[in-house]
């Protein structure tokens, strides 16, 4: 029982790093997705007025890896991420499908006009009710879509260097070939 | 004493809402039993928005658009449960508030009785260790003669005073 004194100062450790475990690594807002590998809900969508073909669940079966992204107008976090997903459509990186989550038609299209349009078709979610299908708790999010039209993954906030990074590009390589 | 008075009174009247509780109606079910039951379905599923918070507590839009699924659901005529795995396939045990007895939730339900078993069998080790070190005390041995001698001399002096 020498270092009975010990025992403590380790109780204190362990809780201590536990806690700046869960501080620094773990975000609470961050729920991961339920259907991470399971196929797309259906639905059938409109689009933004002026803003590509609407969208559906088979066109997010286009034998390539796709991205389908939350967005709205009213979305500030939004604006954070076009400049990314308008590089990936420069670059022709991958296709990118617009879900415009709770939104009006007109916003949407000035929206659309004044931040630049990188998507190939979008669906207008009016009632939210396909975003809710998707799972989707808050604007944006982003799923990676698979070759066969399964969620292979989902970015909560807007996409940041290290998604693109660890999430995105690294699931492109396929595309090109 | 008159404006603390009715600062008092403003205060009180001011809480009396929040006392109430907030329920967030947008349509009841025209059936009470079956808008009871979607308040108490609402009441056990998180808000996504506002966590911590049930959907039924939440003005979130969110909460707003599960609750009228709930609703939904329920006039569609689904249990409880249907209603509840309806949310659970999109949202995850997550919108539950009350957590489901699995394997992954093991620790969060049997956490707090293992803690409190471990405690008490500390508690208990620890007791019976600083009580024994008395016990053996009583069978120490006995006093040598200069010990015995300095004490007798001690209580004499004791005696004389």
Request: net charge positive.
């Given at each position: 029982m020498r270092f009975g004194f010990l025992a403590p100062v380790l109780t204190f450790a362990v809780i201590a790093a536990v806690m700046a475990y869960a501080l620094f690594?773990?975000?609470?807002?961050e729920i991961p997705t339920?259907?991470?590998g399971k196929p797309a809900p259906e639905f059938k969508l409109e689009a933004?007025?002026?803003?590509g073909p609407g969208l559906e669940t088979?066109?997010?079966?286009?034998?390539k890896v796709t991205l389908l992204n939350v967005f709205a107008?009213?979305?500030?976090?939004c604006l954070a991420e076009h400049p990314t997903l308008m590089d990936l459509k420069k670059n022709g990186q991958v296709e990118i499908f617009g879900?415009?989550?709770?939104?009006q038609p007109a916003a949407a299209d000035k929206w659309l006009n004044k931040h630049g349009d990188p998507y190939t078709r979008t669906g207008m979610d009016r009632n939210g009710r396909v975003g809710i299908n998707f799972?989707?708790?808050?604007?944006p999010e982003t799923f990676i879509m698979g070759?066969?039209?399964?969620?292979?993954d989902k970015i909560i906030g807007p996409i940041t260097e290290e998604d693109l990074k660890k999430k995105i590009l690294p699931r492109l390589a396929g595309n090109n070939s | 004493m008159k404006i603390l008075r009715s600062c008092i009174v403003a205060l009180t009247i001011a809480l009396i809402p929040s006392l109430a509780g907030a329920i967030f109606v947008e349509e009841r079910l025209t059936d009470p039993a079956k808008e009871e039951r979607v308040r108490e379905i609402a009441d056990d599923i998180r808000c996504l928005v506002c966590q911590n918070q049930s959907i039924m507590d939440s003005n979130a839009d969110l909460a707003k658009d599960l609750r009228a699924i709930v609703r939904e659901r329920v006039a569609a005529g689904d249990s409880d449960d249907q209603v509840k795995e309806f949310l659970l396939v999109r949202?995850?045990?997550?919108?539950?508030?009350?957590?489901?007895?699995?394997m992954r939730t093991l620790i969060l339900w049997l956490g707090p009785f293992a803690v409190f078993i471990g405690g008490a069998i500390a508690t208990f080790l620890f007791l019976r260790r600083r009580s024994a070190p008395a016990g053996a005390s009583q069978k120490a041995k006995p006093l040598s003669k200069e010990e015995q001698a300095a004490f007798d001399a001690l209580m004499a002096e004791e005696d004389q005073k």
């Open positions: 690594f773990l975000d609470p807002k339920e259907l991470a933004v007025p002026n803003h088979d066109h997010l079966k286009k034998g107008s009213w979305c500030v976090a879900l415009n989550y709770k939104d799972g989707v708790y808050g604007v070759p066969d039209g399964k969620i292979l | 949202y995850g045990d997550w919108v539950l508030l009350k957590p489901p007895f699995r």
